[in-house]
């Protein structure tokens, strides 16, 4: 007599992931993903903030070479205490328009002051503002006007261009400024 019993075995080999690995494979993977999306959200906001930081030295640079072309205005305190805040465009221009008309010394540091405040409005974050502090020697000079020009010696006193703005970062808005003090 044959035996006709036949044994099965439930070892089989299994074939492809359980529900409860992919489960956990997929909780593994969100976990990096937050990580990630973490580490890509500091690093957006800090190139932010170094655009603007970038963008006040910038605008340091242009007063400052602003205000090397205008040595009478220099020698004569025209930009001496300049406190600006970034607005928009006044009301009828910046006025003193050198295509049109002639600027003496101090329109002109106006005119600067001016346009300096309409740049600081559009490349800095609401709230900016901007400053120019001049330690101006004594005149080694006179300045006179009408056809009685005189040649102006190069400025020979220090000024301190400074802005501030606030900027995002871990702690909140923090105040940041940008000084440059140098001879124009």
Not at 1 to 28: D, P, W, Y
Not at 72 to 95: F, Q, R
Not at 171 to 184: E, F, K, N
């Given at each position: 007599?044959?035996?006709?019993?036949?044994?099965?075995?439930?070892?089989?080999?299994?074939?492809?992931?359980?529900?409860?690995?992919?489960?956990?494979?997929?909780?593994?993977f969100?976990?990096?993903?937050?990580?990630?999306?973490?580490?890509?959200?500091?690093?957006?906001?800090?190139?932010?903030?170094?655009?603007?930081?970038?963008?006040?030295?910038?605008?340091?640079?242009?007063?400052?070479?602003r205000?090397?072309?205008?040595?009478?205005?220099?020698?004569?305190?025209?930009?001496?205490?300049?406190?600006?805040?970034?607005?928009?465009?006044?009301?009828?221009?910046?006025?003193?328009?050198?295509?049109?008309?002639?600027?003496?010394?101090?329109?002109?540091?106006?005119?600067?002051?001016a346009?300096?405040?309409?740049?600081?409005?559009?490349?800095?974050?609401?709230?900016?503002?901007g400053?120019?502090?001049?330690?101006?020697?004594?005149?080694?000079?006179?300045?006179?006007?009408?056809?009685?020009?005189?040649?102006?010696?190069?400025?020979?006193?220090?000024?301190?261009?400074?802005?501030?703005?606030?900027?995002?970062?871990e702690?909140?808005?923090?105040?940041?400024?940008?000084?440059?003090?140098?001879?124009?």
């Open positions: 007599m044959r035996n006709c019993s036949k044994s099965f075995s439930f070892h089989q080999r299994q074939a492809g992931f359980t529900l409860l690995e992919v489960l956990i494979a997929i909780f593994v969100s976990i990096g993903l937050l990580g990630v999306a973490s580490m890509m959200s500091v690093a957006i906001r800090n190139n932010h903030n170094g655009y603007l930081r970038t963008q006040a030295n910038f605008l340091i640079n242009s007063m400052i070479d205000m090397h072309v205008n040595q009478v205005g220099l020698w004569t305190n025209n930009y001496d205490s300049i406190a600006v805040s970034g607005g928009p465009m006044p009301l009828g221009g910046l006025g003193c328009d050198s295509l049109s008309s002639t600027c003496d010394a101090s329109q002109l540091a106006a005119r600067d002051a346009a300096w405040s309409v740049s600081i409005g559009q490349l800095l974050p609401p709230g900016a503002q400053t120019v502090q001049c330690n101006t020697p004594p005149m080694p000079f006179l300045i006179t006007a009408g056809n009685n020009w005189v040649p102006v010696p190069s400025y020979t006193g220090t000024c301190a261009v400074t802005i501030t703005w606030n900027e995002n970062n702690q909140g808005s923090q105040a940041q400024t940008a000084t440059l003090t140098v001879t124009p």
